[in-house]
């Protein structure tokens, strides 16, 4: 062997073992990296750092999964008179980047929007995709406007933008000791700050169902993931997680989505988690883990795209009608369920209008439900969980 080609080989070989540093922070996360490249991200597997492990051995799902797809056309509870209490609404975004000029004077008629609306609270947070672009502190800024604004009737989640996005990428593409101490250490400081109710809205699985979103996918496993999990769990506050267990193409996911949990609460039994989005599974799925995880709680929205997120199954038809297995849930177990509409302000002018028109049907939808589960679900619930050492039970 012609032994320059030999040492060439040991320094490609080399290179490859050496750790690239993850990005420090979502400016840098959305610099210089080819993020479309994650729209065929390489399959999951065994993934090292130099000399260290960083895949924990995920746990079986611990009770049998329902895998089935139910059809959108099955029944539906009938629509009742309207829900007149207060409501919380615990997820909701502020989507700004393609808004010139947000004026505190728009930021106001949300905040007085919210309030006609009879919305007593609205906890607003990053998407998990809000990390990828550069000058994404804009809208950090104006949910903390929006917050001094509405004053008690604004809340505030953190960080599921950057984070999600330094642990896609540092799953992909590995990082240092340094990056990973740097993102927790800026993590403990955002949580320590007061200012948030927990870390939301957080992706380990978050495909793209309409077309133009990025993909965040990584397995709940992956040591840096749980690290983060600890983290918020050592605070006492509530995470909100987006983990879609079967992906638009019907790849299944709900191994790795339902033995995640598992392991998440083997290591954090007390960790208060919020399953975004009915956990985008089945009734029979979600009833089985509430059962078992006393302390994790889920939101729903109504979904009208019921085309894109026909693989989430949807709590509603495209009429926005419940399907009459998820009324029936939220009536057998209604100390855990909540309103997160997951409405994004500014996108497509979404505005208040549309907000205000978007909670009357969800005051229809609640009107349908036995009163004690619709006050619980409407308001009780996240006035519960959200008060000083509040929990799901
Ligand atoms: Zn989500």
Redesign the pocket.
Known sequence: MNFGAAFGRIAIMAALLLPVAGPQSPAEAGSGLDWRADVTPRPEGSRRRRHHRVMVDLPKPPFAIDRRLLPHDRGVRAYGEPYLGPIIDI?LHLNTRGHRDTSLAELGEIAAGLRASGVEKALFMP??NEGRRRRNEKRRRHRKLLAEIGGKSIGLMCCGHYVGQWLHQAYYDTYTEESLDRLLTRLAADLDSGLYAGVG?I?LY?FDKNGRQAIIRYPPNFEPFLKVVGLVASRGLWLLL?AESIDPKGVSYEDQVFGGIELIYRRHPDLKLII??TATTNPDNLRRMLERYPNLMADFKLVKRVANWHHTEPVSNADRRLHEDWARLFEAMPRRFMVGT?SKFFRRRFDVAKYQRKIARYRKVLGGLKPRAARLIAYENAKRILSPGGDAK
């Open positions: 997820e998407t998990p809205e992706a978050h987006h975004a989005h997951d």
